[in-house]
């Protein structure tokens, strides 16, 4: 066997389902993932004794429906056929939330976050309480039946756009592109199934420590690194098109690099900041009714 068929054949042997359940492409870079893992699993383990640190001996820390066959289909952990299937816890956390909080019940995009939930507390009592503190807490309104917290935080990252990056407005503005048509679902489904799983978790890590300023920092640096690809559209398909690419490649498979950056790319950032064009968003919101 010819050494470029012995290559072919040892990549065709290599499982293609991540460790988390999902299957990875046909063309994924399986020798740029492991450079990049190998290296992560450094920092990985150097994480891990310092969260030890930090939690050993506290024994308080809190706990932190129509969907089921749409939620990651590419994972195999979600399948009917898995054993066990996770459909099914996804269904009892859903629909307990749904009793618990009543004024939102059940809005897409949360089996996502729920599904993510579950497949790294493997436990429903842990993965409802971290959905409540997502969603009643850090991201209140958000998935309310007017959702008017996630429309108001879009156009809030519009305006810090027009700050920041003057000419990707300008672009959009041109060519009347709503925000909401571009970057709904970085914010209903907070990047998941968009960027990949470890760096969704490094970003939900954030998101639970610090509040939902994080979403702006990502959404943020994700076009600032990408400002003049995206600057190259033409068109409102190229734009949305182009929005889509910016999500994918090394710089946010890389996610501890990734996540330095988006502490250091967006700039200031200041609370009082967001607060303030939360209200002036919210405020137009109400008044368009």
């Known amino acids: 066997m010819e050494p470029a068929e012995r290559a072919q054949a040892a990549r065709d042997r290599v499982p293609r389902i991540d460790p988390y359940g999902f299957e990875r492409p046909e063309d994924f870079d399986y020798a740029a993932y492991e450079e990049f ?3 992560y699993l450094v920092i990985l383990t150097r994480r891990a004794i310092k969260w030890s640190k930090l939690l050993k001996g506290s024994s308080s820390v809190q706990k932190s429906i129509t969907d089921m066959n749409r939620t990651f289909p590419d994972n195999v952990k979600f399948r009917k056929s898995a054993d066990p299937c996770l459909q099914k816890t996804l269904y009892n ?29 493997k436990n429903e009592e842990e993965s409802f309480w971290l959905l409540d503190a997502l969603v009643g807490r850090i991201l209140p309104d958000y998935y309310s039946p007017a959702m008017l917290g996630l429309k108001m935080d879009q156009e809030v990252l519009g305006e810090l756009v027009r700050t920041k990056l003057p000419a990707v407005a300008a672009l959009m503005d041109g060519h009347g592109v709503l925000w909401t048509l571009v970057v709904s679902r970085w914010f209903i489904c907070l990047f998941v199934d968009i960027l990949p799983v470890e760096t969704v978790l490094r970003i939900w ?21 990408h400002q003049a690809f995206i600057l190259e559209a033409t068109s409102v398909a190229d734009i ?5 690419e910016i999500t994918k490649g090394s710089f946010v498979m890389e996610c501890h690099t990734f996540m330095q950056k988006i502490f250091s790319e967006p700039g200031s950032l200041s609370m009082t900041t967001i607060t303030r064009l939360r209200e002036s968003c919210r405020a137009k919101l109400l008044v368009q009714g």
Do not use: P, W
């Open 37 to 39: 893992f190998s290296t």
């Open 93 to 121: 956390v859903l629909l307990a939330y749904g009793h618990h909080n009543q004024g939102v019940g059940y809005c897409q995009g949360m089996n996502f976050i729920a599904g993510y939930l579950i497949l790294i507390t």
């Open 205 to 225: 890590d954030c998101l639970f420590n610090e509040g939902s300023k994080i979403i702006f920092r990502v959404a943020l640096t994700l076009i600032k690194q």
């Open 240 to 244: 949305c098109e182009k929005f889509k």
